[in-house]
């Protein structure tokens, strides 16, 4: 019997068939939809992507976002300068944590890495505390590689 870690989980293989779309925004859009409707609990799930010595809000669900976040602000920002998984179980505890949504509670925020340099990130907000676990960690990292190697497949800047 084979080990359950050896499966692609159900969402990372949805997220792999929408990352054949060849056009960067409705990819990224349709992903973001995807994570948003596999998960619950969520007020929030979208990209941020460097951009111009900023993070730039990309194509998201929930409600209206922070634009422009500079890398030494936020879980954002420190996902960015730490280059790894920011897992906030109390955003209420995070002293600059950047609310967009009065609502969130917690919040996951994973960097996707091209080369091992800092392409963007997928951010996940929810309005209930320790909502995250290790299996949305895995799947998240899972879904950042997923992304990482279709920016290179499909020549993708941004
Ligand atoms: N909470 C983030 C800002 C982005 S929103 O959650 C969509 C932060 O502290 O960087």
Known sequence: MKCYNSFMSMINEQIKSLLEESNMIASFANVSACINMNYDNLNW????????????????????ACTH???????????????????V????????HIACDAAS??????????????F????????????????????MLEAADSISQAILRHHWSY
């Open 45 to 64: 799930a979208g990209f941020y992507f460097v951009k111009n010595g900023e993070l730039v809000v990309g194509p998201f669900q929930g409600k209206p």
């Open 69 to 87: 976040i500079p890398f030494d602000k936020g879980v954002c920002g420190r996902c960015y300068r730490e280059k790894s998984v920011q897992k």
């Open 89 to 96: 179980d109390d955003v209420l505890a995070v002293a600059d």
């Open 105 to 118: 509670r917690s919040e996951l925020c994973v960097p996707i890495l091209v080369n091992n340099e800092m």
């Open 120 to 139: 963007g990130m997928i951010d996940l907000d929810s309005p209930r505390k320790n909502r995250f676990t290790e299996k949305e960690v895995k799947e």
